[in-house]
């Protein structure tokens, strides 16, 4: 694999460099592995996959032990290039790109100011003293409404039919608390679960609620109360912090645990078996 991703360290600037690289005899099966290479080291390099702190996307979690994980910084592995989580990045920036050129076409922002704001950042709330912030995909200030892109294959559709699960419904309304504290009018909430795979957005499923804050500051209380836990067991040392989070219940049934450092297959229990993955 000949693949570099850094300019070359030899290379001197003060000649007219060539517009075009030279023909290299690359063998083709060669030269799509490189294609192959240049793409996974751009997933596992984007910011959404080196994101080390917890974010709104995570707080709500139900699993005592995948939230006490995130914030106590373990590091977690990926078994292969997130791919589908690529899928869902790349549909956003898509979407994000249509409702800004949008706004852009009707000259929104010298006229009747913007009705929608795309990936606008806002702070959620605190842990630990550390401000947590995140991005949402769409805020539409006509309806006083936020939007949250899922892009999700046919399992995840179908449940999401009964509703969202506890952790979209706390990210939802963490965002729309963050946007009332900037001042915005948010009334409600939304989910957009768009399917991967479908042949067209037919099969999508439009959950909306209203905006409910407590819902928001008791995920935000909750983790607060796990970093607390954390920061307590930390004077003690990193060995009593990893003890207490490896003897957290997980969910059932999760295919992911494996990322992280103390999984062992016989280590799961069935505290939440009664909560269906949704
Ligand atoms: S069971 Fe799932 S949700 Fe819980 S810690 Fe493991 S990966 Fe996270």
């Given at each position: ?49 080196l ?29 292969d ?12 920036s ?37 401000d ?17 892109w ?80 954390i ?48």
């Amino acid at each position: 694999m000949t693949i570099t991703f850094e300019p070359p360290a030899d290379f001197d600037y003060s000649i007219e460099s060539p517009r075009y690289g030279a023909y290299q005899g690359i063998n083709p099966r060669a030269g799509l592995q490189e294609a192959r290479a240049l793409i996974e080291h751009a997933i596992l390099h984007q910011p959404r996959s080196l994101q080390k702190r917890i974010g709104p996307s995570e707080i709500g979690t139900p699993c005592d032990h995948c939230l006490a994980a995130k914030l106590a910084g373990w590091p977690s592995t990926e078994k292969d290039v997130p791919w589908l989580p690529f899928i869902g990045t790349a549909v956003h920036s898509a979407l994000e790109d249509m409702f800004i050129n949008h706004e852009i076409h009707r000259n929104a922002i010298n006229t009747t100011g913007l009705r929608y704001l795309g990936e606008h950042r806002t702070m959620v709330g605190q842990i630990d003293g550390e401000d947590i912030w995140g991005s949402v995909d769409l805020t539409d200030l006509a309806t006083g409404m936020t939007v949250d892109w899922k892009i999700v294959g046919k399992t995840t559709l179908d449940a999401a039919r009964r509703g969202p699960s506890e952790v979209y419904r706390a990210q939802a309304h963490l965002y729309a608390k963050g946007l009332c504290d900037e001042g915005f009018d948010i009334r409600h909430v939304s989910i957009a679960y768009l399917p991967r795979n479908a042949m067209s957005l037919a099969q999508a499923v439009w959950w909306t609620e209203p905006h409910n804050r407590a819902v928001a500051e008791n995920a935000l209380a909750r983790a607060n109360r796990f970093a607390l836990n954390i920061r307590a067991l930390r004077t003690i040392g990193q060995e009593a912090v990893d003890g207490w989070i490896t003897n957290l219940p997980r969910y059932a049934n999760c295919r992911d645990c494996e990322r992280f450092p103390d999984y062992k297959p016989q280590a799961r229990d069935d505290e939440f078996s009664d909560l269906a993955r949704k």
